[in-house]
T-cell receptor, first 112, second 113 residues
Framework: ETGVTQSPTHLIKTRGQQVTLRCSSQSGHNTVSWYQQALGQGPQFIFQYYREEENGRGNFPPRFSGLQFPNYSSELNVNALELDDSALYLC???????????FGPGTRLLVL | DQQVKQNSPSLSVQEGRISILNCDYTNSMFDYFLWYKKYPAEGPTFLISISSIKDKNEDGRFTVFLNKSAKHLSLHIVPSQPGDSAVYFCAASGGGATNKLIFGTGTLLAVQP
């Protein structure tokens, strides 16, 4: 059974640029959530996708957007990058009818 | 407004002794609680969970206790091992339309050999 994978592992961008992060969900999971973890903080919920539709969003601006594909993989897009967007971005997958979310290794984004 | 709080940023215990990590929450709508362990440069790893209809769940060396009246849960690790040294996050779900997780800020556990 393949776990949650994310790419890339690390990324450096400059302010104002756009970035796309990718996530492959664990086999059998149809729901993907994205989280942002700033240094010294717990992960903060960005949004969740189920059946290719956004199913809930945290307190993040519209320049954070996402997609889920028919194979349940997902993308997180961030436009107009700001310095405060520097963080670890985590993807988690789950079966819709189960409570436990399983996390990938994360993508470390640095905005200069 | 932090709905899940871990008030101890760090904890140090001796190998073989018990580690107790604590977590408090404010939202009485939460109905499922989880503990994750995180090593540097890795994603959180699921450890153990508990539904609000229970007050205890055990899995090997790990036991989670839930006190709903006090809105408090704790993770007990017995016996503690050096490999348990990591950041532990408490998380809760069930407070809204999605099953999003609300995390605490984490507790760094150091198990001394």
């Amino acid at each position: 059974e393949t776990g949650v994978t994310q790419s890339p592992t690390h990324l450096i961008k400059t302010r104002g640029q756009q970035v796309t992060l990718r996530c492959s969900s664990q086999s059998g999971h149809n729901t993907v959530s994205w989280y942002q973890q700033a240094l010294g903080q717990g992960p903060q919920f960005i949004f969740q996708y189920y059946r290719e539709e956004e199913n809930g969003r945290g307190n993040f601006p519209p320049r954070f957007s996402g997609l889920q594909f028919p194979n349940y993989s997902s993308e997180l897009n961030v436009n107009a990058l700001e310095l405060d967007d520097s963080a670890l971005y985590l993807c988690a997958s789950q079966d819709w009818y189960q409570e436990t979310q399983y996390f990938g290794p994360g993508t470390r984004l640095l905005v200069l | 407004d932090q709905q899940v709080k871990q008030n101890s940023p760090s904890l140090s215990v001796q190998e073989g002794r018990i580690s107790i990590l604590n977590c408090d929450y404010t939202n009485s709508m939460f109905d499922y609680f989880l503990w994750y362990k995180k090593y540097p440069a890795e994603g959180p790893t699921f450890l153990i969970s508990i539904s609000s209809i229970k007050d205890k769940n055990e899995d090997g060396r790990f036991t989670v206790f839930l006190n709903k009246s006090a809105k408090h849960l704790s993770l007990h690790i017995v016996p503690s091992q050096p490999g348990d040294s990591a950041v532990y996050f408490c998380a809760a779900s069930g407070g809204g339309a999605t099953n999003k997780l609300i995390f605490g800020t984490g507790t760094l556990l150091a198990v001394q050999p």
